[in-house]
């Protein structure tokens, strides 16, 4: 590897997550998902593996084993699991039975909302909305179009951060102090609790994807 290649490499951010992982069957399956819980419950009360086994009389081998999903635990045990946690029996199973939500947005089939920037001539096209979820993260798409009838507007401010990935036309678009000429295939992400917005509308008409994502209440 060249010096340049290994100054590029060490620039290259430090992913927790592998975007194309797939989880394997032993996860996805009843005894993880109650394991999973088992572990959270305990964790959130500041217990050991060792002092859950005082209060419940079960071995620490067996706590083990149903918090790695490698055992199914008898409904005798999760009622003793579940006395020692104070929460019912069906908490175990919470995220094993939650709906996973998807939507589907046919072309012209997008939602016209307003927005802040709907007075200043911005048309906003809204690509699909799931409220609460398991991620703890709301995430609003999208699509926003400027023509001749809309004016400048980089006064955005607003909690979460945002992600523009330019379309059609071109915009100078301002982050805080800093200006950035935005054309097709250009992205630009950023913290959206400092003013933004098109500061120069320099080729229309122009449409942008705006991707705001923000903690869930």
Known sequence: MTEE?????????????????????????????????????????????????????????????????????????????????????????????????????????????ERRGTRAGHQYNILGHIGSNSSGVVVEPYMITLTEESDTFPTFQHDGIELLYMLEGEVVYRHGDQLFHMQPGDSLFFDADSPHGPEVLVKLPARYLSVISYPQA
């Open 5 to 113: 290649a290994a100054a590029v490499s060490r620039l290259k951010p430090a992913f927790e997550q592998d975007p194309h992982r797939v989880r394997d069957v032993a996860e996805r399956n009843l005894e993880a998902a109650i394991g999973r819980e088992v572990r959270a419950f305990r964790r959130a009360q500041g217990m050991t593996v060792a002092d859950l086994a005082n209060v419940t009389g079960l071995s620490i081998g067996m706590l083990s084993k149903i918090e790695n999903g490698i055992t199914s635990p008898s409904l005798t045990t999760l009622q003793v699991l579940s006395h020692a946690f104070s929460t019912p029996i069906t908490s175990f199973f919470r995220r094993f039975e939650e709906r996973r939500e998807v939507q589907h947005v046919k072309a012209g089939d997008h939602i016209e909302i």
